[in-house]
């Protein structure tokens, strides 16, 4: 059987294949088959012929086509209208055809520009279809018209034409195309081609997802600048490899999955991508490279300039970041703080040279504290002075902690620290020092007198802390010599209360002994002389919170402190007249009181001591108000032995067996009850 000529090409002359379709190009010169034509009616093409091989209707000639659009739409029907064209004057049909063009000429718009966009992207049909969809729609409705109408375009060059395109797009196809042919060809990524290019991800064709999908899959954007939501991108390609085993969308895959962790959930085979490794697609091959990590291909790489961040970003992404040393200073900005953030530990030793010079160069102040953060991460304890200077309340937590940091090096960052106005109580891991010995006693005396006084406070305590943790005799000292000096109130209290806390914590480091008297003071002169101090200015240490409690070195005498505190002379009878002072003072804490009257009595010697004291001591007896605490101690001065205190029991019972009243017998029990409490003892 032999074919019929309108299955012969117009062209070559040549027969069409079995699947050959009217209005496809030859397939043997891929010129047009033949003059198909539209029908009038149904807007199908059709081969030349009396009738529209779709729908039936007469073929008219092509100067008719406006003007039957225009009759069709005004309600003549299939069969009569070639007849109502025919009788119709020329110059009414001419009429009719003018009342069209603009809604031809519409429509040729939008098919231009998608033929154009098309002309970018590897596979071509938006426009076609886009005819077929449109032209039984002609003529439009007015408002439809006008919505679909553009401006004259006014680009002068490809990238300015896809650009107004897609800022003046009347369907989201124009928008879509229009960012993906821009993508194509080169254009610096935005995002308004970045939120096109998502929504066509989106759009149901399958033919746009899969060409936008293949596109955003090329190492430039899989895997350097990505495109819109990485897992919409992810599912359009796993929908393509399920179906099709596509190489380009296992890559694509692979590629996210180096650059996001939460993308993959499938192992692409390596044996898929390694023939892409020869690929004569320079992109396709690249890409291969960085998703197989061929170090030396990417270390090659890095001395191209347009492949050298996504090479960088390979090598660091695969473990192997100290390759970057040579080139680290070479980067830009722009690829510093993208490629910074992807450096691993094990290789910030080699790349220490390069990053402290980032540090210091002419570099934009994120690039600046993302090297900061690597030299942080390093932990050398030479950059430890560097990183505080820099940003100290960022950085001082991780350089406090660095076990590394040597004696010299850790008070020299304290002193940075100091020096920028920040209160140690505000810097974690400060204050924590003052207890695992890494900072020497003198470091506080050192640099007090230069800080700002909230920061002078901090630092008291800090010196508080060291005391309790090494029971330094120079620091307990210098604190002394605050509370002596010529010092603000706030800092006098402050020094009171790290002092007053040390002494009168149970179990202080500070006895009343010869030994911890010379200890923490030097010697007993000096002592003594603090101590007379307190005692007899309540003036200025009752301003103090809880400074009293100094005297609890009191309640506990060694007997070998008593001599020397003896042998001082007059020191001593200052001494012995502070002390009564201190009983005789109601406001002082009621321990201490009793405490000091029991060392008056231990260190008294003269004879009018002596009387004084007795004077003083005999009405703490007697008056039945006294605190039993206070009497017991005043019947120890007064009664120092047994044998004494024996003999004035006796006496009191038979003062008490000749009582009648509860007047007479109630001071009597009161004193009988201190003395066998005493005797007890």
């Not at 990505?226 to 399920?242: K, M, S, V």
């Not at 390596?270 to 030396?296: H, I, R, T, V, Y």
């Not at 347009?306 to 473990?319: D, F, K, P, V, Y």
Request: proline share 6%; charged share 20%; net charge negative.
């Amino acid at each position: 059987m032999t074919r019929q000529s309108a299955d012969r090409c117009a062209q070559c002359g040549r027969i069409h294949p079995p699947d050959w379709q009217a209005g496809d190009l030859c397939s043997h010169c891929g010129g047009a088959s033949r003059e198909d034509a539209r029908c009038v009616w149904c807007t199908r093409l059709t081969p030349p012929g009396a009738f529209c091989r779709s729908c039936g209707s007469e073929q008219l000639p092509a100067a008719w086509y406006g003007a039957a659009r225009m009759l069709r739409a005004l309600g003549v029907d299939q069969f009569s209208l070639p007849e109502r064209l025919r009788a119709m004057p020329p110059a009414q049909r001419e009429h009719f055809g003018r009342q069209y063009a603009p809604h031809q000429a519409v429509l040729e718009r939008l098919l231009d520009d998608l033929a154009f966009a098309e002309s970018f992207i590897d596979r071509r049909g938006w426009s076609a279809a886009l005819e077929d969809q449109w032209l039984p729609l002609l003529p439009l409705a007015p408002e439809t018209l006008a919505a679909l109408s553009l401006p004259p375009s006014q680009a002068d060059t490809d990238e300015e034409r896809l650009g107004e395109m897609r800022d003046q797009a009347r369907l989201p196809l124009s928008a879509h195309l229009a960012s993906l042919a821009r993508l194509r060809l080169g254009v610096r990524r935005n995002e308004a081609d970045a939120t096109n290019l998502a929504a066509a991800l989106r759009s149901g064709d399958p033919a746009l997802q899969e060409a936008v999908a293949l596109a955003l899959a090329r190492w430039p954007f899989a895997y350097v600048h990505p495109y819109g939501p990485p897992g919409e991108l992810r599912d359009a390609l796993w929908t393509l490899y399920r179906v099709t085993g596509s190489p380009e969308a296992g890559l694509g895959l692979s590629l996210l999955a180096r650059q996001y962790a939460n993308v993959s959930s499938e192992v692409i085979p390596e044996e898929l991508l390694a023939p892409l490794l020869g690929s004569e697609d320079p992109d396709l091959a690249f890409g291969a490279a960085l998703a197989l990590n061929q170090q030396s291909v990417l270390q090659a790489a890095l001395r191209r300039p347009q492949l050298r961040l996504a090479a960088a970003l390979g090598l660091a992404r695969g473990g192997a970041g100290h390759l970057l040393a040579p080139v680290l200073t070479m980067l830009s900005d722009d690829e510093l703080e993208h490629l910074l953030t992807y450096l691993g530990s094990e290789s910030l030793a080699e790349l220490r040279p390069g990053l402290l010079e980032l540090t210091e160069g002419p570099h934009r102040p994120a690039v600046q504290r993302a090297a900061l953060d690597l030299l942080a991460r390093l932990g050398d304890p030479d950059d430890a002075l560097r990183l505080i200077t820099a940003r100290p309340s960022w950085y001082a937590t991780g350089v406090l902690a660095n076990p590394d940091l040597k004696f010299q090096q850790l008070e020299a960052v304290l002193t940075a620290l100091l020096g920028q106005g920040l209160d140690p109580q505000q810097v974690n891991g400060f204050m924590a020092l003052a207890t695992d010995g890494r900072v020497g006693s003198g470091f506080v005396p050192a640099v007090f007198n230069g800080v700002r006084p909230d920061a002078q406070l901090s630092l008291i305590s800090f010196a508080g802390q060291q005391l309790k943790a090494g029971r330094d005799q120079g620091l307990h000292r210098w604190l002394w010599s605050l509370i002596e000096g010529d010092f603000p109130d706030q800092i006098q209290e402050r020094a009171w209360a790290v002092l007053a806390g040390w002494y009168g914590t149970y179990g202080a480091a500070l006895e009343l002994s010869r030994a911890s008297v010379e200890q923490f003071f030097g010697s007993v002169t000096v002592f003594t002389e603090r101590l007379c101090a307190v005692a007899e200015a309540p003036q200025l240490t009752g301003r103090f919170f809880n400074s009293y409690r100094f005297l609890a070195v009191l309640s506990e005498v060694s007997e070998d402190a008593l001599a020397p505190l003896s042998a001082l002379g007059p020191l001593s009878e200052r001494l012995w007249k502070a002390l009564l002072a201190l009983v005789q003072n109601t406001a002082v804490f009621l321990p201490d009181r009793a405490a000091s009257l029991r060392l008056l009595g231990q260190l008294t010697r003269s004879e009018t001591q002596r009387a004084t004291l007795e004077a003083q001591c005999r009405p703490l007896v007697n008056d039945q108000d006294t605190p039993a605490a206070l009497q017991q101690s005043a019947l120890a001065v007064l009664y120092p032995s047994e044998a004494a205190q024996s003999v004035y029991l006796t006496e009191l019972e038979a003062q008490l067996a000749q009582a009648h009243t509860y007047g007479e017998r109630s001071p009597i029990e009161s004193v009988i009850y201190s003395l066998r409490a005493l005797m007890r003892t």
